[in-house]
């Protein structure tokens, strides 16, 4: 089984930062990509950000030149840094990451993490 654990999130003022981090354990082959993915009430489940095993980056339109995200292929490890942070960015964050395992190409979502931009 492979799990993901997200940390990171909470309440910060608009125009704060915060940092997400996502962690993936478990019996994993190799990962192709992760992401980040958030779902405010009332909305579909959307992507924020993801990357490649080889650093390939991709945004969503609504966060690019505020969000980076980061990944460390030896430690499974994937970060978002959040920055000039506003409330419609109010969700709950998710990692996912596209596995290779021993039995087969699996998908998995962590648990989700709340991040809420509020004054």
């Known amino acids: 089984q492979v799990q993901l654990v997200e940390s990171g999130g909470g309440l910060v003022q608009p125009g704060g930062s915060l940092r997400l981090s996502c962690v993936a354990s478990?019996?994993?082959?190799?990962?192709?990509?992760m992401g980040w993915y958030r779902q405010a009430p009332g909305s579909q489940r959307e992507l924020v950000a993801a990357i490649t095993g080889g650093g390939n980056r991709n945004y969503a339109d609504s966060v690019k030149g505020r969000f980076t995200i980061s990944r460390d292929n030896a430690k499974n490890t994937i970060n978002l840094q959040m920055n000039s942070l506003q409330p419609e960015d109010t969700a709950v964050y998710y990692c996912?990451?596209?596995?290779?395992?021993?039995?087969?190409?699996?998908?998995?979502w962590g648990q989700g993490t709340q991040v809420t931009v509020s004054s």
């Open positions: 996912n990451a596209d596995t290779n395992t021993d039995w087969g190409r699996q998908n998995y």
């Open positions: 478990g019996r994993i082959v190799s990962i192709n990509s």
